[in-house]
């Protein structure tokens, strides 16, 4: 090291990486390892081009994505208590905090928004698990119980959109208090007789799944998700056995009766407005009314005998 | 005593103890007066034992937690609960030994008391799973619950449990909405709800019985989103830094209480619960009779009111000061 290295060269690049440049054109599908070139990517809604699989999605994009038009308003979320706990491992928590505030510019793991979805009014809260891997502390607590009683105030369904790695460590049990705390904001919705839908996106696990993410009236699942309680290396160290093949996949949920449906990405907007249009909408729409008041019955086909 | 579990912070107690011992046999051979050199052995141990368990370490906490040695769920039922009926079964798929619980009477009054059993000897301990619930051992919880709350019966649960057990099966049969509900169930309760963390508070395990009206733990018992191996391993990066995560997750009875987010602590005799278990059961047993008492007053709706208002202020701005 020397001040050729150490000083003049990150001066440099920090002249040539200008922000304009963004830092990956390219990303690599995890699953069949093809090249897709970002912007292709980003149009296909995070899904590769090439094999289906679904890539975990930038928070604003899956929000953008859900709600008509684009067009949504974010809540601001009060601010718990910092740092109770002092934690400090290797690193400060704060300092850890700081830092992701910093990469993501977000305040912490979660964003609650509302807006219109086929044109009804909903209540979504969001993880974004690009902020400590989503994990579950008092912000995010905070975040869903202000999501709720939002969705209780406008009468409108809250939607959930899990996307964690669980509790958050460094908040010690008050990470595991947001358990029934976020159970307390589902019975909110449910009191209120709304409609409470989750959407389990990759990944969905510990302390998440066990509490608000596993309470939904419905529950969507997305392709290929890693939707569970225990980790997967945990449970293998457990019984040294190898796992079933596609364990803890949404697909496998699905199968053991744990999710109403797999949705891809590309059809979740449709579903979850046509979800929301049965239960808050119960009775015919007037044109169909007028139909069933016909005295006359409607055309029928003829009756033909084989 | 059992020599096999001795805590390495207990060893020069364990060795006085034993000198004591060798004496009481010499004078049983021989005839010579023992008297004042038990006394004296006594007083040490004492000593010895009031300057390890006064400044315990979380670690050291967590050690006593899991001391084998120490009272289990099916000790306090046996011991505060009388004639006590054990109830099996979730009625979907299979009864799960890992929770045991059943109705009966505490202290006059017609309760329903469960919690996790880990097992004293080898078959037993396989037997309760080392008290690591399935989905099965909840859905049971939660259809006891559910009955308590029907028939007017305060609920107590005894928490024991190093996590809830991270099988294929246990995942393919839905732990996580098992715990989901079971933490539903807790806070949508009716009636008078109190659960005490007698040992481990290991996860989501705990919290899926003890979203409760009054949550109490006894002094040296532990409670954590993650056990300090657990979490040194993944923060660390190293599993040899279980001590400092011990105290960095902060753990003990003592910093729960001053985190509030439980509401009392039952005094555990010098030298720990796993040397006086008698002594601690009837400690705990009059703190749950005090608490039943404060609750009292609550109507049915107050008293779920009382826990939602409880849990939904963990972590809000300015909480903890």
Known sequence: MNWLTSYVRPKISALVNRKDMPDNLWQKCGSCSQMIYQKELELNL???????????????????????????????????????????????????????????????????????????????????????????????????????????????????????????????????????????AVDLVREAGLPYIVILTDPTTGGVTASFAMLGDIALAEPGAIIGFAGARVIKETIREELPEGFQRSEYLWDHGMVDMVVPRKQLKKKLGDLLDLLMSKKPKASVLQLADKSEPAELPPITKA | MSSLHILDFERPVVELESK???????????????????????????????????????????????????????????????????????????????LVGGIGRFRGQSVIAMGQEKGRDMASRMKHNFGMTRPEGYRKAIRLMEMADRFGLPVLTFVDTAGAYPGVGAEERGQAEAIARSIQTCLNLQVPMISTVIGEGGSGGAIAIAAANHVVMLEHAVYSVISPEGCASILWRDGEYNVDAANALKITAQDLQSLKVIDDIVEEPLGGAHRHPTQTIAALGDTIEKSLISLSGLGKTELKAHRREKFSAMGQEGLVG
Request: with cysteine; proline share 5%; aromatic share 6%.
């Open chain 1, 46 to 184: 995070n899904v590769c081009p090439h094999c289906d699989h679904h890539l975990r999605m930038p928070i604003t994009a899956r929000l953008e994505m859900l709600f008509d038009g684009g067009e949504y308003q974010c809540i601001e979320l009060p601010q718990p208590a910092v740092d109770p706990l002092k934690f400090k491992d290797k690193k400060k928590y704060t300092d850890r905090l700081k830092e992701y505030q910093a990469k993501t510019s977000e305040k912490d793991a979660i964003k609650v928004a509302h807006g219109k979805i086929d044109g009804r009014m909903v209540v979504v809260a969001a993880f974004n698990f690009a902020f400590m891997g989503g994990s579950m502390g008092m912000a995010v607590g905070e975040g869903i119980l202000a999501a709720a009683k939002l969705a209780v105030v406008q009468e409108a369904p809250l939607v959930t959109i899990p996307a964690s790695g669980g509790a958050r460590m460094q908040e010690g049990i008050l990470s595991l208090m947001q358990m029934p705390r976020s159970i307390i």
């Open chain 2, 20 to 98: 004591i011992h060798e004496l009481r046999r010499l004078s049983d051979s021989e005839d010579f007066n023992i008297a004042d050199e038990v006394t004296k052995l006594q007083a040490k141990i004492d000593k010895q034992l009031k300057s390890a368990y006064t400044n315990l370490t979380a670690w050291q906490k967590t050690q006593i937690a899991r001391h084998p040695d120490r009272p289990h769920s099916q000790d306090f039922i046996n011991g505060l609960i009388d004639d006590f009926m054990p109830l099996a079964g979730d009625r979907a798929y299979a009864e799960d030994h890992a």
